[in-house]
């Protein structure tokens, strides 16, 4: 009888060709190493850097966010207290912010919609 070996599919070995290349193997010898072919290491590889720059690029941006809503506030905070007066695009009357502490936001003065 024929020797039976147990073949992990390529999925199964991505985690494995990841780190050997993290280690500073090259291509050929993760292909070797896990039979393997030298583009289905390509593939797992840019995919994995795909995903790991759109992690980086999801924590810049809820990094940013958090500095918006901070400047907003700010924004909001220094209008309400400088008496600025606008026309209100709820109520298309002249008024001024005023600063709802309930609401934690700047409301029109007369219709008392959040700004």
Known sequence: MGKK???????????????LRRKG???RQIAKWLNISVRDISKILKEHEIKGYAERIEERLAKLEEKIDG???????????SGVT??????GNLSKFVYDK???LCVCKNCGKTI
């Not at 506030?73 to 309400?80: E, Q, Y």
């Open 102 to 104: 309930s609401k934690k």
């Open 71 to 81: 400047l907003a506030k700010i924004v909001r905070t220094g209008f309400a207290s």
């Open 86 to 91: 606008f026309i209100c695009p709820f109520c």
């Open 5 to 19: 070996t147990f073949e992990l599919s390529t999925e199964k070995k991505a985690p494995m060709v990841i780190e």
């Open 25 to 27: 193997a090259t291509y």
